[in-house]
Structure formats: structure tokens, C-alpha cells
């Protein structure tokens, strides 16, 4: 392994928070490799002869959803900032970048990126519900935080059945109908609205009575 230094700084390395020395001595380092079969990760950081570090692994601080939820048609935006040295960059995923089907995601009609650490999901539909990962990563380590995201489904009415009668006859009129979230529903006639016998149900039915006027 192998760190340069900056001027005025020194390399520190780090294994499991716990520093293993700095300077031109390797001590630290090469104890860590003589006795242990758990390496985990070994990092180096820069450290002014101030002792102040010069660089730092990412930490994100502010991670949210703009839109509380999703609803078919519209766009959703995320938003993840984090702070580190070097500045991180970002990299969103569908799902979590630990299983095999997470999807990294690239700029397309689809997915935007209008500015780093901000992901905007075009024209939602119900495939784009699921978990979204944000990954903040610099050269020495990364962070990343997930959300879930539900798309609400605008109504849909099943196709309605034509009836025929004659006068004098009365007839239902069902309308099936399903959606997310609240849905209600309402009949109009000749432009004006009726009241329907069971309007905080599905199907929703109407007694029509067919006269002359009807």
C-alpha cells in the first residue's frame, strides 16, 4: 500500500477508527498484517503536522424525499447532500447496491440528475415503486442511506355495459372502478351531478327510471 503526502502533511493510517501511526513509519501497518486474519478495512488519511486531518471519508447530512409520495403520471424528486474530503460524488440505485438486483441508475427520458445528490423519476408508474439507494463516495470511503418509495395508482373505471329499456322501466347502472388512497366516485346526468345509492362502496350503483325525458 502506498499514500503520497501533500505539503505540510503527513499519512496517518487508520484501521477500525484506531490510528496506527503516521510519518514515514509503518510500524502500526505492519503489525496489523503479521498477526491478523480479520483485516477489515485499512484506510490512510492526510493529516497536517497540526494534527488536523485534510481529508475525510463522506457523511451524508441531509437525505429526504420532496414529495412525500408518488402518484402515477407526475415526477417524484430525492435529494442527498453529504460532506467529506475530497467532495463525494453521488450515485443513486433501484434498490440496494449490496443485492445482486439493484439497478444503478443513468441519466435517460427516465431518471434526471439535475444537480449532484439529486434524483428526479419521470412520469411514475406503478414499476417505479421500491427502494432507492443514494451512494456517497470520495477516495476514502463511501455512505449511503435508503428510502422507499409507494406510487398511489390514479382511478381507473372498468367498462361500463350498455343497457337497453323501454319506457317505464326501471334499471341499474354499475360502475367498478379501483385506485390508491381515497377514491370516490359520482354519476352525472344531462351535466349535473346525482346521488348514487351507495357512493362510499365499489361498484357504485344507480336506479335510473326511464321515462320520456329520460
Known amino acids: 500500500m502506498y499514500a503520497s503526502r501533500a505539503l505540510g502533511a503527513e499519512r496517518v493510517w487508520v484501521h477500525r477508527a484506531r490510528s496506527l501511526g503516521g510519518g514515514r513509519r509503518a510500524g502500526g501497518l505492519r503489525r496489523l498484517f503479521s498477526g491478523s486474519t480479520d483485516l477489515g478495512t485499512v484506510s490512510v488519511r492526510l493529516c497536517s503536522r497540526t494534527g488536523s486531518p485534510t481529508m475525510s471519508a463522506p457523511t451524508i447530512t441531509h ?23 475530497p467532495t463525494p460524488e453521488y450515485k443513486w440505485f433501484k434498490g440496494s447496491p449490496d443485492d445482486k ?47 422507499e418509495v409507494k406510487i398511489f395508482r390514479k382511478p381507473k373505471i372498468a367498462v361500463m355495459e350498455n343497457v337497453t329499456a323501454t319506457q317505464g322501466m326501471k334499471v341499474e347502472l354499475v360502475c367498478k372502478y379501483e385506485g390508491d388512497g381515497e377514491v370516490t366516485a359520482k354519476w352525472i346526468f344531462k351535466g349535473e351531478s346525482i346521488e348514487a345509492e351507495s357512493s362510499d362502496s365499489k361498484p357504485v350503483s344507480q336506479h335510473v327510471d326511464v321515462n320520456d325525458d329520460s
Open 101 to 147: 438486483g439493484a439497478t444503478p441508475l443513468e441519466p435517460t427520458d427516465k431518471y434526471e440528475f439535475p444537480e449532484p445528490g439529486a434524483l428526479t423519476i419521470q412520469a411514475l408508474i406503478e414499476d417505479d415503486a421500491g427502494q432507492y439507494t443514494c451512494v456517497a463516495s470520495n477516495d476514502i470511503a463511501e455512505a449511503r442511506n435508503s428510502t
Open 63 to 85: 437525505f429526504a424525499k420532496v414529495e412525500e409520495n408518488g402518484f402515477e403520471g407526475q415526477e417524484l424528486h430525492l435529494v442527498c447532500q453529504g460532506i467529506g474530503k
